[in-house]
């Protein structure tokens, strides 16, 4: 794992991280007079899921930002397998546990970068894996297919890693997302690269 260093930013007009920050904090803090928009100032935070479902769409005109992420770890490159979608992939490490379930939960852990390799989100930055269900359109479909396979995919398997290349059709399409008040973290027609580690079937309540 490569040592924590701070990736090119460019830092929203109308209002700073530290700004944001520390009004999620005194949001959180206050027992009086809550804020009631604090829940959209979380969900920014936590933009980089990734399933359509959760991730507000903003008109085509909003303008694009990116939020300051540092990278917890860069994968080598590899070459990539490009399918018939269009999606590409690498496996810089095959599993040698199940392969990953359909409609089941799992856990991963994932860095995700534009392709011009700035980090939009991680859950290394969080210090815990991500839950997610796969093949019931809860994720982009670039990321069902990357992780489930399919269409010239192969199955990933649990202790793999793979490089997972998603054009916008697999993303988030011709508008941008995870916006909130004009400003948006992920551009329209934006292609996306993710690199996925493939943790463990979740062990939990499965329904």
Same mark, same amino acid.
């Given at each position: ?41 979380? !969900? ?57 379930? !359909? ?32 093949? +019931? ?10 992780? +489930? ?30 916006? !909130? ?16 580690? !493939? ?9």
């Amino acid at each position: 794992m490569a040592a924590t260093s701070p990736l090119t930013v460019i830092t929203p007009v109308s209002r700073s991280l530290q700004t944001l920050k520390t009004s999620v904090s005194s949001s959180l803090h206050c027992t009086t007079n809550p804020i009631p928009n604090v829940k959209k100032h979380i !969900f920014q935070v936590g933009v980089g899921l990734l399933a359509a479902s959760v991730v507000a769409a903003a008109p085509l005109e909003a303008e694009a930002t990116r939020i300051e992420y540092y990278a917890t770890f860069a994968e080598p490159s590899c070459e990539l397998n490009f399918v018939r979608s269009g999606l590409g992939y690498c496996d810089l490490a095959v599993g040698s546990g199940e392969v990953v379930p !359909f409609g089941q939960l799992i856990n991963v852990h994932y860095t995700a970068r534009f392709a011009d390799g700035i980090v939009f989100d991680s859950s290394y930055k969080r210090a815990r894996p991500l839950t997610m269900r796969l093949g +019931l359109g809860k994720v982009i479909k670039g990321l069902d297919q990357g992780i +489930l396979g399919g269409g010239g995919v192969p199955p990933m398997q649990v202790g793999g890693k793979r490089k997972i290349h998603i054009p916008p059709h697999l993303a988030y399409g011709p508008e941008p997302a995870g916006c !909130f008040s004009g400003d948006c973290n992920i551009p329209a027609n934006a292609t996306l690269v993710y690199d996925v580690k !493939f943790v463990d079937i979740y062990k939990g309540n499965r329904k």
